[in-house]
């Protein structure tokens, strides 16, 4: 940006925690669509369960560090750390009211009606109390472990993300009074299915309902749950000679002891035992939230296991695209449909499985492929991606794995898969020090004649096929030799001691990225009919937004996606009212970047990859941009967009002042119906 642009002041930005709270409030939106199945209302509740404590843990925990360090900055639009928490209570308090309503007095009665019923021990009868005391006895009793507090026992640590019973209990012979703790084994199901499948009792009243054999001889007062959240954001000290997995491992045991950042309880605990609670978890009124009904909503995933098919959305497993299409009894040449051409894949719409995971296992398996290169941030537990890489190690081709010890909450999974390509044979790096690699990047090199080729796939998403089946993710594969010159010095960057910044076709953070969209965005400006389209999860980045504001100014048509945080105000007189911003969230995370520069009808720019315009994507990650420049590849590009920019289904629209409204159903398009149906379409006119 020139020296000569307007400076913007606070009133130009939204709050990135308050953004991402009305994020959370969409997904909370999507159970009361009366076009979702029950289940999937239920699944949504649980999702925005996890989402809540996935912010406590960090950006709350972030926000309170801030404030016990004394710190009183502020963020770009000038709330301090202190004004932070206060307006993220107001919109958390709300979040939880509308939620234990949409609860108690919608789902719970509509799933009741298709007899999956949450029961109360109390209301039981004979024989299904019969059942859960065999079941307390057999499997409960043997894992819980009751805990007094008294003078030669201390307040018990509360562990993060522990679900509890707070007991009162009194010695009949001395008449005194003790206080006790039981944790929920986190190991056991979350709610106990009664034996005919479809009524559920929550573990914590099963529990409750058996503590005279947890506390003989003594007299249960009373009883109440809590929960409680901690500090979980992982500050690793790096330095050149330090053990990275060493220091990981250490703070993993360390993050169950993280400051206590919130306190839930239901609305009734009594003060006694509220003032007790508070007092020895060092708790003020401000960390505590009264919740009706259960605590812990991220449990409903248990219920979305059930086998109840007709209360969910139809499966959808992906089509394989036409060009990787083959008779029932040949393979396809993976390798061969690469060099023809790019080919773009976009999930969970293209099969997971056909493209990417079909992509690998073909080079583990590949006689004439030499070696193999990818980056791993987030997989699963039984990855046939990372069962390929060691079948590939193991068959003596070079195979580098660039293993993200630091993707939160994933840090002990990856661990675990990094010691195991190591025993393999595979060559296991951790990245770069101080930055956090992100990039979703493949290589496979090939002896091909005479010659080595390289074979690339550069993507949005992760290399994991549980989540290609409901995060929305592009990919590309590519054969060009600047892509896999770049990708090869990439990889040289990351694994070594490479001060490679320079690269010919990709644009790579934390040096890259920022500069040439900075770049496109100017270039935009500068045409009369200028016109920008981001795709993106979030557009935090206050240099981004600057240079959109000014583009706006300048006459330029500006099309926003973005599926989460967006500290941009939209639709200003004089400021940005050449600019529109979407989101949409349904059956599908949109989860794609996809950024193009120019109008219809001219030469646009395309670039896909890991980055969203957040300053740690930026200026402290590793990520990749990639240029789509192929007609056909475009044509999808475009199609992909267009019908995002259209849907009046599931999309809302962010006002000025920062709140978002539902999108006017007008023509009823549902981007991700209709993406299904296209890639449906495509499939059934190659066969």
Known sequence: MSDDLPIYGPEHFINRELSWLAFNRRVLALTEREDFPLLEKAKFLAIWAENMDEFFQVRVAGIKEQLAHGLRSTTPDALTPGQQLA???????NQYEEVSKRFLAEIAPALSQEGIVFSDYSTLDGEDREFLDAKFRDLVFPVVTPLAVDPSHPFPYISNLSLNLAIFVRNPETGLTKFARVKIPPILPRFVVLPDGERFVPLEQVIASHLGALFPGMEVLGHDVFRVTRNADLEIEEDEGGDLLMAIESELTQRRFGSMVRLEVHPDIPDELLDLLMREMRATEDDVYRVEGPLDLAGLWSLYELNRPELKFTPFSGVTPSRLSTAPTETVDFFEVISQGDLLVHHPYDAFSTTVEAFITRAARDPEVLAIKITLYRTTQASPIMRALIE????????????????????????????????????????????KTHTKIALVMRKEGSRIVRYAHVGTGNYNETTARTYEDIGVFSADP????????????????????????LAVSPTGIRPQILELIDQEASRRDGHITMKMNSLVDAEVIAALYDASQAGTRIDLIVRGICCLRPGVDGLSENIRVRSLVGRYLEHSRIYRFGARGRDRQYLIGSADMMPRNLDRRVEALAPVEGPDLQFRLDEILDVVLSDDNLAWHLQPDGSWRRVASTTGIDAHVALQDLAQARASAHL
């Open 482 to 505: 600047g892509i896999g010159a770049d990708l090869s010095d990439l990889f040289n960057y990351l694994t070594g001691y490479s001060r490679q910044s320079a690269f010919r076709r």
């Open 87 to 93: 307006e993220i209570r107001r919109e958390v308090e």
């Open 392 to 435: 590939a190690a193991q068959e003596g081709k070079q195979v580098v794995a660039l293993v993200e010890l630091k993707a939160r909450f994933d840090e002990e999974r990856n661990i675990e898969w990094a010691q195991r390509l190591e025993d393999a044979g595979v060559h296991v790096m951790y990245g770069v020090v101080g930055l």
